[in-house]
């Protein structure tokens, strides 16, 4: 595993777990006929829908110039920007790719991804746990980071009852 054990803290994992909550903070600023319409959007809208990573990222660097200091926020500032970057470099803002995309952002993409696919849209119904990974696991090195990946896989049991739990 390229993970760094070093970089998986408590004080790591407890940061991620809070500000993969912030992930989306930039979508306040996209406007709603985009965010809750039912079909595919045009490729204007998709580019409108994409500058949300950076208005999260720039909100929240706002506070964190008042506080410097403060790791939660600067990892919610790394999460709000890098969460749609991909493992080959495909996402966007920045185009990152391997490991310059931040772990936070790495970890918190596969579980915004497993939300968005789990919850039902106003476009389609929600995806069951197995089509859920198999979705996952067919992004691995392409859109997830490998080791994220493998420590989902990992976890299946955990998801599963949570998931499970989240539909009733």
């Known amino acids: 595993m390229r993970l760094q054990v070093t970089q998986l803290t408590s ?5 991620v777990r809070q500000t993969a909550s912030l992930h989306d903070i930039g979508k306040v600023g996209t406007p709603d006929g985009i965010l809750l319409k039912p079909g595919a959007l045009s490729a204007e809208e998709f580019a409108e829908m994409k500058k949300h990573c950076e208005l999260g990222a720039s909100t ?18 790394d999460v709000a920007r890098s969460h749609h970057e991909k493992w080959d470099g495909s996402g966007y803002p920045d185009g990152l790719k391997g490991t310059t995309i931040p772990l936070a952002a790495r970890i918190v993409a596969l579980a915004d991804v ?16 197995e ?31 949570i998931q499970h739990e989240m539909q009733q």
């Open 114 to 129: 497993y939300d968005a696919l789990t919850s039902k849209r106003c476009y389609r119904p929600a995806f069951g746990h």
């Open 60 to 77: 929240l660097s706002a506070v964190l110039k008042r506080h410097p200091d403060n790791q939660f926020l600067r990892m919610g500032v």
């Open 131 to 161: 089509d859920t990974c198999r979705v996952i696991q067919q992004g691995k090195a392409t859109h997830f980071d490998p080791d994220v990946v493998t420590a989902f896989a990992a976890l299946d049991g955990p998801f599963r009852r």
């Open 11 to 15: 004080a790591f994992i407890d940061d």
